[in-house]
């Protein structure tokens, strides 16, 4: 099973609201990713998760808070965000790289929209 | 120069065809190569991961790497109008966390 399931799929929400991504894998795999990706544009990385630690986080602003609450899900944080920050939000989950196998396995995605 | 470079397309092929699909990278260190299929406002697809030199067939695909020349590249035989997708190259380092992804390629199957 290769699946990575993402809450909601859809989200609209207002630059005072707070509100949640949620990502969660059965692959039993140890790292975990968050995407942003505009439209016609390639998937840009945000957060890496390696055994529930926070491994990368490519200079994203503090709006955006992730969360590895245990190896199977990961969160996402969201409060205060700017109309800019609407796109599609992808999870993603692969075994840690030095384990020889570095695939990314993508879940559908949560398609943000802020007002 | 970009790191991961793909022709943005379109690529338009009539169905029945062999649509081939290209990508170079700049990184000499990179050991994992893997093509992804997007539709419009879908999440990308896995189609295929290719480590060493030479092909790699599945089905109607065929992934092609070429580590001296730095390229990598997809075949996909007897195409279908539901190929028609962006395809996105993506290159990574073994033992690292960052994939980086090519702008992808529009391909477009005519029935």
């Known amino acids: 099973d290769t699946e990575v399931t993402q809450t909601p799929k859809h989200l609209v929400m207002g630059m005072t609201n707070k509100k949640s991504l949620k990502c969660e894998q059965h692959m039993g795999h140890r790292a975990m990713y968050w995407y942003k990706q505009k439209a016609k544009k390639p998937p840009e990385l945000m957060f890496v998760?390696?055994?529930?630690?926070?491994?990368i986080n490519e200079s994203v602003p503090s709006r955006f808070s992730p969360e590895c609450p245990n190896s199977s899900l990961l969160n996402l944080h969201l409060h205060a965000l700017q109309p800019e920050d609407s796109a599609l939000y992808l999870c993603?989950?692969?075994?840690?790289?030095?384990?020889?196998?570095?695939?990314?396995?993508f879940g559908p995605g949560t398609r943000l929209t802020v007002l | 120069q970009k790191e991961v470079e793909q022709n943005s397309g379109p690529l338009s092929v009539p169905e029945g065809a062999i649509a081939s699909l290209n990508c170079t990278y700049s990184d000499r260190g990179s050991q994992s190569f893997f093509w992804y299929r997007q539709y419009s406002g879908k999440s990308p697809e896995l189609i295929m991961s290719?480590?060493?030199?030479g092909d790699k067939e599945d089905g109607r695909f065929t992934a092609q790497l070429n580590k001296a020349s730095q390229y990598v590249s997809l075949l996909i035989r007897d195409s279908q109008p539901s190929d028609s997708a962006t395809y996105l190259c993506a290159v990574s380092r073994t033992g690292g966390f960052k994939t980086i992804f090519g702008a992808g390629t529009r391909l477009f199957v005519k029935a």
């Open positions: 993603a989950s692969s075994q840690v790289p030095d384990s020889g196998t570095d695939t990314q396995y």
């Open positions: 998760y390696s055994y529930e630690k926070l491994s």
């Open positions: 290719i480590y060493s030199n």
